[in-house]
Structures are given as structure tokens and as C-alpha cells.
């Protein structure tokens, strides 16, 4: 998690004040889960939740999701390079072909539910021991 200072004499945010010197994080796990916006299977890695929303609540997804790059000033700098890429492997139509559709046209299951992955994390997240099956669709998303 990365950290703010609150500035001297406080500050208040959505009408909850901080005193001075606090420190504030923004938890990513928080955001991500939230069974408000990402539905009550929120903890289950199911990406198609993205191809079969309306564009408005798909707005919302993106909106939200974009604050594992942090925000304001401090946002990082390779975001779009990033999306970019994970994009084009991912998920985009790309040159109308079928070649680049990975989530299209397969499907990813994790090889151990109980478990799916272990995680460590210092400053920045890193995944170990993740398994997971991929199988062609019958029927392409
Ligand atoms: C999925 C991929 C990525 C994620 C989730 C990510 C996330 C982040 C986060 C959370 C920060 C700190 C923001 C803050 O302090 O509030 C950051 C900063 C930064 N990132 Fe990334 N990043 C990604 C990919 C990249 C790539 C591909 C590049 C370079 C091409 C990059 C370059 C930077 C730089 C230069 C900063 C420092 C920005 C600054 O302090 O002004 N990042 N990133």
C-alpha cells in the first residue's frame, strides 16, 4: 500500500476528518471486491464479468480498477502502456482476427479453488504457485 501524509491542521475528505500526520492508503483489495459494483461473486476470478455488462456499469469497472494505478499526481506513468498491452493480449479484436482474443476464445480456470494462488506482498504484488487451466471455448464470447 502506498502512503499519504494528511498535512498540517488535518484535512477532510468525504466529511471525515483526518487529523494531521495520519497516513492514508488506498486498498486495492478493498476497491476490487466490491460486491457492490463488481457483483456478489466479486472474489471469483471470472473475467468475463467484463463482455456481458452494459456500457455504463463497464465505465464504472474501468474507472474504478484504474486506481491499482494510483491517481492524481502520483499516477503512474506506464498506464496506458500497460493497458495497452494487457489490452491486446487479452482481450481486443485485434486486426479482426482471432489470434489475439485470449479471453474470447478460451477459458481460464484456477487448478486449485482452495488456493488459487500465494501472494506476497512488499510495495509491490507478487504472485507465486498460480495454476490454471486453459481450454478452448466451443463458442467464442
Ligand atoms: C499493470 C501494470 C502496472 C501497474 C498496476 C502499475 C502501478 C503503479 C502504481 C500503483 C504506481 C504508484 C502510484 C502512486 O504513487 O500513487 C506506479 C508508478 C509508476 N509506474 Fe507503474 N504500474 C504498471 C505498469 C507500469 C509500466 C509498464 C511502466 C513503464 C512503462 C510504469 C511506470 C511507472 C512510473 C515511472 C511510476 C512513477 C510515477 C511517479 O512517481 O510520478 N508502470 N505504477
Known sequence: MLFRW????GDTINEHFI??????GLNMFGFARDTKLWGEDARIFRPERWLTQTPEVTRRMETDIELVFGYGKWQCLGMKAA??????????NWLLTSKAQ???NFEITTVKPEQPAKLHESMIFILS?????IEKRQTPL
Not at 494528511?6 to 491542521?9: A, S
Not at 487529523?19 to 492514508?24: I, M
Not at 504457485?129 to 487451466?133: I, R, S, T
Open 129 to 133: 504457485d498460480m495454476w490454471v487451466k
Open 83 to 92: 493497458q495497452m498491452q494487457l489490452n491486446k493480449i487479452f482481450v481486443q
Open 19 to 24: 487529523p494531521e500526520d495520519s497516513k492514508l
Open 6 to 9: 494528511v498535512p498540517k491542521g
Open 102 to 104: 485470449l479471453l474470447r
